[in-house]
């Protein structure tokens, strides 16, 4: 699947969407999820043009893989839910019900999550 421009999130990165930042780097930006599904519910992004998650893992380079996994563990530092807890979850594709066609990771916490599998 071909990158598209004009999805959301690239156009965040441009600056032509609003939203609410909580973090950038050269290599990485974060925001807060529109529609929070948890007190704590931040969405990390690549600056770069990947799809999805198997997109990033084939084609960026270390850097840029180092920085968004850093930037998860820094993020939730600086919300206080390391002690409590978080869960990361990233979907691909259509099984996982992907909606944005750009790479994202979704940070949840600040509450007793559920639990995920059993
Ligand atoms: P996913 O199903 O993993 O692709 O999730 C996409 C996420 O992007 C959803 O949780 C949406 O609430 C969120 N989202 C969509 N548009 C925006 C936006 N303009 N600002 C912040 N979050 C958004």
């Given amino acids: 699947m ?3 421009q004009n999805n959301i999130f690239a156009k965040i990165l441009r600056g032509e969407i609003p939203c609410e930042k909580v973090f950038e780097n050269e290599h990485v930006f974060a925001f807060n999820d529109i529609s929070r599904k948890a007190p704590v519910h931040i969405l990390i ?3 770069g043009p990947y ?3 198997a997109d990033f893992y084939e084609k960026a380079s270390a ?7 850093r930037a998860i563990g820094e993020i939730a530092k600086e919300k206080g839910i390391v002690e409590s807890g978080y869960r990361v979850i990233s979907n691909h594709a259509a099984h996982a019900h992907q909606e944005v066609p750009h790479y994202h990771v979704h940070l949840l916490g600040g509450a007793d999550l559920g639990v995920c599998f059993n």
């Fill in 2 to 4: 071909a990158y598209d």
């Fill in 45 to 47: 992004i690549p600056k």
């Fill in 51 to 53: 799809v999805s998650s």
């Fill in 63 to 69: 850097d840029e893989i180092v920085a968004l996994n």
